[in-house]
């Protein structure tokens, strides 16, 4: 049973004008189906791993215990089985013709209104994406923190970063419409409950009745009416309690127990004309984010096209079906896998074959040495099976320099019997759960030096299980010692390790004191008390202070392979230098151009790197690449002399 008729769109009062474009708060980007994928999924997965209470636990009618079971299906509806689809019809008019007629729309804002009105046009043939799951369900708090304007549950008392909140905004995007319903079957003393709700996002909108003019926020909420809202966690609105028709089907295949579903209305496709590649680019990005979980079978995923006739299951005896070994698929195969296919395949690889070390934190730590040399080294970082990072404090390629190459895989888990480092790592891991960020507001102060202590541990496992590479030895080729007049074989010496050189140059630095520490202590003196007897005789005014050397803005430096040219004078000058960086799956990048002081822990004194003055960057040493740029010139501010030693460094942006 339904009510199409009472149920609408609220647009409540507003203060701002803003448009279609402001109106998306989400970073994600139209025809990235990445961040809508992972998302979706990751919702999934914490409505049956991540629960509130231990009550909620109980009450759970999941019949296979320890797995969620997720159906994402894509099919053909008319616009008229689109919810309350009079109000939204009358708030995108309204929005649409006040901002055209006041010339207000930007290039990007005409491309929503000329897709919501091309979808408005259709009678038939609305794709709709609906992606259910038989987790515990929405319930009324649940679904009013993904429908609030100003609150998440991306909170320490909702488990930290990451649970369902703001991140719903990620599926708009995909959503020619800008509208995505949201439905729950949950328990509450004992008795299953149905709610169902949605947010379309347009643009803010005036009305005028009896003379008066409201001006109506752009996040239209789906519900019965509006109520007095007292507090913020008011629902501030009576939801519906039966489906309307687009959501009827799926929230009947729940049954008489608990889930969730979503629906994606004017499904896009990903940008794409053509719907092809929409079933295999889903279980790619499942697998790539998701493959412990799916390995497990914590994760079953199925996916149906239904407009195509292409159907697929997503699990344990699939998975390898989307892996690529060798990484020989081609970028448009892998649309949307932030993580190198490769390097998926070494992981999946060191969850099957890998040797389990020492715990730490509570969390399962797995190491594979990689055959033949085969590089870069790799630690693997998964929350609930999740994949959230392979760069992490002290557990970058970087850090394990001098080392026999290996892959590592650091498996925490709610469930877990010590969930110390799993607390971390998920209040760490920002909006995007793709990250371990030491600066994260979910982290307190103690928390974070925690959780640097914690991944040094690991580092500290791993360095010692990897071992070092072999010094390489050599003779030098014109030297040898005269014993008794005979002639003795030239001494074979032992390179330093690199590894050994890094860890031994950091402590030396670390011992260095701080420029701007020692001016402070210049300026207080040496407080209360006599002064030390300075001699006889006035005393020796040492001069200023030099200038400590300038050195270009910190930043996580990345193991990108690229090569440079230099760029040569008549003297034989560098005047700059053209650089080539492959594809990679970073974002923005910074690069600038270094000389190696080509010193050693054989010198006595060791030197830093000399950083080359550029024009034209983003300060002075650094010029910022955009993602698909691959060719690049940096020209420096004055040449140099010895082009030999210039080397290429590149940082995330």
């Given at each position: 049973m339904r009510d199409?008729?009472?149920?609408?769109?609220?647009?409540?009062?507003?203060?701002?004008?803003?448009g279609f474009e402001k109106a998306s708060t989400t970073k994600a980007k139209k025809g990235n189906p990445e961040p809508f994928t992972r998302e979706l999924l990751q919702n999934c997965l914490d409505a049956q791993f991540c629960l509130e209470s231990v009550e909620e636990l109980s009450q759970s009618d999941n019949e296979t215990a320890g797995s969620v079971k997720i159906t994402i299906s894509i099919r053909n509806h008319s616009i008229a089985d689109l919810p309350a689809l009079n109000s939204y019809k009358f708030a995108f008019n309204q929005a649409a013709s006040q901002r055209e007629a006041e010339g207000e729309l930007s290039p990007s804002e005409e491309g929503t209104v000329r897709r919501i009105r091309r979808s408005l046009g259709k009678e038939q043939g609305m794709r709709v994406l609906f992606c259910r799951d038989d987790g515990h369900g929405l319930n009324i708090k649940r679904m009013t923190r993904i429908l609030s304007e100003s609150n998440t549950s991306k909170t320490r008392s909702h488990g930290g970063a990451g649970s369902v909140g703001l991140g719903h905004l990620t599926t708009f995007p995909s959503s020619n419409l800008r509208y995505v319903c949201y439905g729950g079957k949950y328990r509450e003393d004992d008795q299953l409950n149905t709610i169902v709700s949605g947010r379309a996002i347009l643009a803010s909108h005036l009305t005028t009745e009896?003379?008066?003019?409201?001006?109506?926020?752009?996040?239209?909420?789906?519900?019965?009416?509006?109520l007095q809202r007292e507090k913020l966690s008011d629902p501030g609105f009576t939801y519906l309690t039966q489906p309307p028709l687009l959501m009827e089907y799926e929230m009947n295949m729940i049954g008489n127990s608990t889930g969730s579903v979503v629906a994606v209305c004017g499904f896009d496709?990903?940008?794409?004309?053509?719907s092809d590649d929409t079933v295999e680019t889903i279980a790619k990005i499942a697998v790539s984010h998701f493959l412990v979980a799916i390995k497990d079978n914590r994760m079953i995923i199925e996916i149906n096209d239904e407009v195509i006739n292409e159907s697929v299951a997503v699990?344990?005896?699939?998975?390898?079906?989307?892996?690529?070994?060798?990484?020989?698929?081609?970028?448009?195969k892998n649309k949307g896998v932030s993580f190198a296919p490769k390097l998926v395949y070494r992981a999946y690889t060191t969850l099957c074959e890998g040797k389990q070390l020492k715990s730490v934190g509570g969390a399962t730590l797995l190491y594979r040495a990689l055959p033949n040399g085969e590089k870069p080294t790799q630690v693997n970082i998964f929350r609930d099976g999740m994949w959230i990072t392979n760069?992490?404090?002290?557990?970058?390629?970087?850090?394990?320099?001098?080392?026999?190459?290996?892959?590592?895989?650091?498996?925490?888990?709610?469930?877990?019997?010590?969930?110390?480092?799993?607390?971390?790592?998920?209040?760490?891991?920002?909006?995007?759960?793709?990250?371990i960020d030491l600066k994260s507001d979910q982290l307190k102060p103690h928390e974070i030096n925690q959780l640097k202590t914690l991944l040094m541990e690991i580092a500290k496992i791993?360095?010692?299980?990897?071992?070092?590479?072999?010094?390489?030895?050599?003779?030098?080729?014109?030297?040898?010692?005269?014993?008794?007049?005979?002639?003795?074989?030239?001494?074979?010496?032992?390179?330093?390790?690199?590894?050994?050189?890094k860890d031994e140059i950091d402590e030396a630095?670390?011992?260095?004191?701080?420029?701007?520490?020692?001016?402070?202590?210049?300026?207080?003196?040496?407080?209360?008390?006599?002064?030390?007897?300075?001699?006889?005789?006035?005393?020796?005014?040492?001069?200023?202070?030099?200038?400590?050397?300038?050195?270009?803005?910190?930043?996580?430096?990345?193991?990108?392979?690229?090569?440079?040219?230099?760029?040569?004078?008549?003297?034989?000058?560098?005047?700059?230098?053209?650089?080539?960086?492959?594809?990679?799956?970073?974002?923005?990048?910074?690069?600038?151009?270094?000389?190696?002081?080509?010193?050693?822990?054989?010198?006595?004194?060791?030197?830093?790197?000399?950083?080359?003055s550029i024009i034209g960057g983003t300060d002075a040493f650094e010029l910022l690449i955009i993602k698909d740029s691959h060719s690049f010139y940096i020209e420096f501010d004055k040449p140099f002399v010895d082009s030999a030693r210039l080397e290429v460094e590149l940082v995330e942006r």
């Open positions: 199409p008729i009472t149920s609408k769109l609220i647009f409540p009062e507003g203060h701002d004008s803003d009896d003379g008066k003019k409201t001006m109506h926020s752009p996040n239209g909420t789906l519900a019965l009416n509006l496709d990903f940008g794409e004309e053509t699990d344990s005896s699939t998975i390898e079906d989307y892996l690529d070994p060798d990484g020989s698929s081609s970028a448009s760069k992490a404090y002290k557990l970058n390629a970087s850090n394990f320099k001098g080392l026999n190459p290996f892959d590592a895989v650091l498996l925490s888990n709610k469930t877990d019997p010590n969930t110390e480092l799993y607390d971390l790592i998920r209040s760490s891991e920002g909006a995007d759960h793709m990250e791993l360095k010692e299980e990897a071992g070092e590479i072999p010094g390489e030895t050599y003779s030098p080729p014109s030297f040898a010692v005269f014993t008794d007049g005979n002639i003795k074989n030239a001494e074979i010496l032992q390179r330093i390790p690199i590894s050994r050189q630095s670390a011992r260095e004191p701080d420029f701007e520490e020692e001016l402070e202590l210049d300026v207080v003196g040496p407080g209360p008390g006599p002064s030390p007897n300075p001699g006889p005789g006035p005393s020796p005014n040492p001069g200023p202070r030099p200038e400590p050397p300038a050195r270009p803005r910190s930043g996580k430096r990345v193991e990108v392979p690229c090569s440079l040219r230099p760029n040569l004078d008549g003297t034989g000058k560098t005047l700059g230098v053209q650089i080539w960086i492959p594809e990679h799956n970073y974002g923005d990048l910074g690069a600038r151009v270094y000389a190696n002081p080509g010193s050693d822990l054989t010198c006595e004194t060791l030197l830093p790197p000399q950083y080359q």
